[in-house]
Nanobody
Framework: QVQLVESGGGLAQPGGSLRLSCAAS????????MGWFRQGPGKEREFVAG????????YYADSVKGRFTISRDNAKNTLYLQMESLKPEDTALYYC?????????????????WGQGTQVTVSS
């Protein structure tokens, strides 16, 4: 069973940057889609970014397009989310997730392994 562990969250100022990592243990996420989701206070969990292994294609929510970059290192079993130009509305608990298949989906039900989340707070 895959275990996913996120790290890299913290406090950032508006306009700042953070890099999140998601390490997979006891398994691999090669061949599967991987995604980043976030859940802000009082909000539902929402799709942020996804990566398809087979074509290395990336997808982003409109709210983060041009500011966030998802990438993966299959040799290290690690997924990354580089976040630039952070805004207060990016404040949330960020989760990485492994897809049920190779295709990126914006729906949480299409992912069957989740990390515990890492908190990102953007505030001056």
């Amino acid at each position: 069973q895959v275990q996913l562990v996120e790290s890299g969250g913290g406090l950032a100022q508006p306009g700042g940057s953070l890099r999140l990592s998601c390490a997979a243990s006891r398994g691999t996420f090669s061949y599967y889609a991987m995604g980043w989701f976030r859940q802000g206070p009082g909000k539902e969990r929402e799709f942020v970014a996804g990566n398809e292994w087979i074509r290395n294609t990336t997808y982003y929510a409109d709210s983060v397009k041009g500011r966030f970059t998802i990438s993966r290192d299959n040799a290290k079993n690690t997924l990354y989310l580089q976040m630039e130009s952070l805004k207060p509305e990016d404040t949330a608990l960020y989760y990485c997730a492994k897809g049920r298949d190779q295709y990126v989906s914006i729906y949480t039900t299409n992912y069957h392994y989740w990390g515990q989340g890492t908190q990102v707070t953007v505030s001056s």
